[in-house]
């Protein structure tokens, strides 16, 4: 477990120091949380570049610093985990451009991060609250809940979560994960949470169902 966001800093500013080109990372899940005070601790570090000439980089430099190479556990089986990485106490689950059978590192989510480290080599940013809860909110793990519960607690920008949702089903053209995000809100409201946008995740879930219907009974 990591405790401390200052050794998260202490790994990427050795990382950048090894590598043999530029790279930006975006980091995007208990990590931030961890950096924000949101989480005590945090077992490992969701990490997204954007594109393989960084994410080859990046890897080859884990490598070369002993880090080892894991098989993706069960649980995962929803992302786009592209590797995962472990040396000690470090676990980083690093992705290529696209988290959760492809959503992607949108602009918008771009403009919300903010940049934490900036080093000749390597620049770190941390993805926006109301990001890391729609990524949370594509997974099956189970403590990821509890984490949306306390990101949505510390106060979230709804319209830019519902925002962020539209646009990477619009642009990806998967409509079917507004049925996984609207499971995984339900649970969220079963908890006790208030998630001012359900009547429109509830709209947008009825429209996927009665286009698939429709589609359903034209094939028929």
């Known amino acids: 477990m990591i405790k401390a966001f200052v050794d998260i800093e202490k790994l990427f500013q050795d990382i950048g120091l090894r590598l043999e080109s530029d790279i930006h990372i975006f980091l995007i899940g208990g990590a931030v949380l ?36 894991v098989i993706t556990p069960l649980e995962y089986g929803r992302m786009d985990l592209s590797q995962i990485f472990v040396r000690d106490d470090f676990r980083i689950d690093l992705f290529d451009r696209t988290v959760c059978r492809g959503f992607a590192l949108s602009e918008s989510m771009k403009k919300r991060s903010n940049e934490v480290i900036s080093l000749d080599k390597i620049k770190v940013s941390v993805c926006s609250n109301e990001d890391i809860f729609v990524f949370k909110t594509l997974t099956e793990r189970e403590g990821d809940l509890d984490d949306c519960i306390a990101l949505a607690q510390g106060g979230l920008d709804w319209d830019a979560v ?59």
């Not at 490992?44 to 954007?50: H, L, S």
């Not at 393989?52 to 190479?69: S, T």
């Not at 609207?182 to 947008?204: A, H, Q, S, T």
């Open 162 to 220: 519902l925002a962020e949702i539209k646009g990477q089903i619009g642009v990806k053209r998967r409509p079917v994960w507004i049925t996984w995000i609207g499971e995984r809100l339900d649970l969220l409201v079963e908890r006790g949470l208030n998630i001012p946008m359900m009547p429109e995740i509830d709209r947008l879930r009825k429209d996927f169902f009665d286009d698939f219907e429709q589609r359903h009974k034209s094939a028929g």
């Open 34 to 69: 961890l950096h924000q005070g949101l989480k005590p601790a945090t077992k490992d570090i969701d990490a997204i570049v954007d594109g393989k000439r960084d994410f080859d980089a990046l890897e080859l430099c884990l490598r070369r610093m002993k880090f080892r190479a």
